[in-house]
């Protein structure tokens, strides 16, 4: 079954398209004439981030909170938006629980330069930069961010392209909070629904995935009567590749590369990221919305195939 459904997505045509429709704040991206998701970016909320995240077949995938009220929804953890790049540590200022009214000191990453958009019968692509703001609305970090969104009758993809650069001495701080993440709906999430998550190792459940280290995640389950799943992929230029993963029961699944001290229960670990004034860092990660579980599909393929394709 797992071959024949990757044989299957392979074969049918790209005869999607890519579309955006901007407005304040906002760009909407539909495919093959059916919404996919909208990027926040500009407006009101501490940081750029997609929400909802829907399947080809339309179905959402993310937590509606906190943008949006839906009865019986877990309301828990107000940062967590979508699909989001923020980190809990940058020179001791977060990134990551930065809603209005955090406690502590916590930074904003604000839009810079007027986001590029260029949609397309096979992918399209949203470009854009950001200033990150330390909690005195000094600059810390510059981000120029590609998002591509590719075009696929079966599958949502989208690749991220980030590049930081040091806009003074500038510390990743080891921390487990952050750092490429997504919420997933409750229904999808191990503790209140029917889903599980599985590593490149062939590793499940929250007790064997989170704070080890692979190439990829997927977590996947039955969602509205269809099985969905969602993998987040590490590509091997990334810092510390494979990398950890801050991945939680309850619907959360994050890429990152720093938290090696809580991953690993042992305060004498560094794994803070230290950047030079000019200096920058890279990341590189791919998001796929699939239908079926992971045992049905062939996750190893798909990040071969990428790797291979984005050297």
Same mark, same amino acid.
């Given at each position: 079954?797992?071959?024949?459904?990757?044989?299957?997505?392979?074969?049918?045509?790209?005869?999607?398209?890519?579309?955006?429709?901007? $407005?304040?704040?906002? #760009?909407?991206?539909?495919?093959?004439?059916?919404?996919? $998701? &909208?990027?926040?970016?500009?407006? /009101?909320?501490?940081?750029?981030?997609? !929400?909802?995240?829907?399947?080809?077949?339309?179905?959402?995938?993310?937590?509606?909170?906190?943008?949006?009220?839906?009865? %019986?929804?877990?309301k828990d953890h107000p940062h967590h938006r979508?699909?989001?790049?923020?980190?809990?540590?940058? +020179?001791?200022?977060?990134?990551?629980? +930065?809603?209005?009214?955090?406690?502590?000191?916590?930074?904003?990453?604000?839009?810079?330069?007027?986001?590029?958009?260029?949609?397309?019968?096979?992918?399209?692509?949203?470009?854009?930069?950001?200033?990150?703001?330390?909690?005195?609305? &000094?600059? !810390?970090l510059r981000e120029d961010r590609t998002m591509?969104?590719?075009?696929?009758?079966?599958?949502? #993809?989208?690749?991220?392209?980030?590049?930081?650069?040091?806009?003074?001495?500038?510390?990743?701080?080891?921390?487990?909070?952050?750092?490429?993440? #997504?919420?997933?709906?409750?229904?999808?999430?191990?503790?209140?629904?029917?889903?599980?998550? &599985?590593?490149a190792e062939g590793k499940a459940g929250m007790?064997?995935?989170?704070?080890?280290?692979?190439?990829?995640?997927?977590?996947?389950? @039955?969602?509205? %009567?269809?099985?969905? %799943?969602? @993998?987040?992929? /590490? *590509?091997?230029?990334?810092?510390?590749?494979?990398?950890?993963?801050?991945?939680? /029961?309850? %619907?959360?699944?994050?890429?990152?590369?720093?938290?090696?001290?809580?991953?690993?229960?042992?305060?004498?670990?560094?794994?803070?990221?230290?950047?030079?004034?000019?200096?920058?860092?890279?990341?590189?990660?791919?998001?796929?919305? *699939?239908?079926?579980?992971?045992?049905?599909?062939?996750?190893? !393929?798909?990040? !071969?195939?990428? $790797?291979?394709?984005?050297?």
């Amino acid at each position: 079954m797992k071959r024949v459904l990757f044989s299957l997505l392979l074969a049918l045509p790209l005869c999607a398209q890519v579309k955006f429709t901007q $407005t304040p704040g906002k #760009i909407e991206v539909s495919i093959d004439g059916k919404p996919f $998701t &909208t990027f926040h970016s500009g407006g /009101d909320a501490p940081k750029p981030y997609l !929400a909802p995240l829907r399947t080809a077949e339309g179905l959402v995938i993310t937590r509606r909170a906190p943008m949006e009220v839906v009865a %019986g929804e877990t309301k828990d953890h107000p940062h967590h938006r979508g699909l989001w790049f923020t980190h809990g540590d940058i +020179n001791q200022v977060d990134f990551w629980m +930065n809603e209005p009214g955090a406690k502590g000191k916590h930074g904003t990453i604000a839009l810079n330069k007027p986001e590029q958009l260029k949609g397309g019968k096979k992918e399209g692509t949203i470009k854009a930069s950001y200033s990150w703001k330390l909690d005195d609305a &000094t600059l !810390a970090l510059r981000e120029d961010r590609t998002m591509t969104f590719v075009a696929d009758p079966k599958m949502r #993809i989208v690749d991220f392209d980030v590049t930081f650069t040091a806009l003074q001495p500038m510390v990743f701080g080891d921390t487990k909070e952050g750092f490429f993440a #997504i919420r997933l709906r409750d229904e999808l999430s191990e503790t209140k629904g029917t889903g599980k998550m &599985t590593n490149a190792e062939g590793k499940a459940g929250m007790k064997q995935v989170w704070g080890k280290k692979s190439p990829w995640v997927d977590y996947a389950g @039955t969602l509205e %009567g269809q099985k969905v %799943g969602v @993998t987040i992929m /590490d *590509h091997p230029t990334n810092p510390r590749h494979p990398t950890y993963w801050h991945a939680r /029961d309850y %619907g959360l699944f994050a890429a990152n590369a720093f938290g090696v001290h809580d991953f690993l229960n042992d305060k004498s670990q560094n794994g803070s990221l230290t950047l030079k004034e000019s200096q920058q860092v890279r990341f590189r990660y791919r998001v796929i919305i *699939h239908p079926g579980l992971t045992s049905e599909v062939d996750v190893a !393929a798909w990040f !071969a195939d990428w $790797t291979k394709s984005s050297k």
